[in-house]
């Protein structure tokens, strides 16, 4: 049975620093490209992040890009998002999600498996 589990959510002021993490279990961790979505509440759940099977490249949605930063640790099975400079923008729920094609990074119904996500609050 695949599991993803993420944590380290909570409630951060903004401009503050969180580092997500997801632990996989039930596949082969090395042969998914691994991606982090968000959704804040009455929004479309929306790409944040991804990083391919050995971790050499990484992409991120442009409100993101150059605060977050993806990496996987494939000997552990995890990955993670480091979180930098958070925004009341970035509060959401985020989950983590593997898929085993390139195709399009960015799409929710391309990733196969899905964490139960962790949620992230920001205040002011």
């Known amino acids: 049975q695949v599991q993803l589990a993420e944590s380290g959510g909570g409630l951060v002021q903004a401009g503050t620093s969180l580092r997500l993490s997801c632990v996989v279990s039930?596949?082969?961790?090395?042969?998914?490209?691994m991606g982090w979505f968000r959704q804040a509440p009455g929004k479309e759940r929306e790409f944040v992040a991804a990083?391919?099977?050995?971790?050499?490249?990484?992409w991120y949605a442009e409100s993101v890009k150059g605060r977050f930063a993806i990496s996987r640790e494939n000997t552990k099975n995890t990955v993670s998002l480091q979180m930098n400079s958070l925004k009341l923008a970035d509060a959401a729920v985020y989950y983590c999600?593997?898929?085993?094609?390139?195709?399009?990074?960015?799409?929710?119904?391309?990733?196969?498996?899905w964490g139960q996500g962790t949620q992230v609050t920001v205040s002011s």
């Open positions: 999600a593997a898929k085993n094609t390139i195709g399009r990074l960015t799409a929710t119904n391309e990733y196969a498996y």
């Open positions: 990083i391919t099977w050995s971790g050499g490249s990484t």
């Open positions: 039930g596949l082969t961790f090395s042969n998914y490209i």
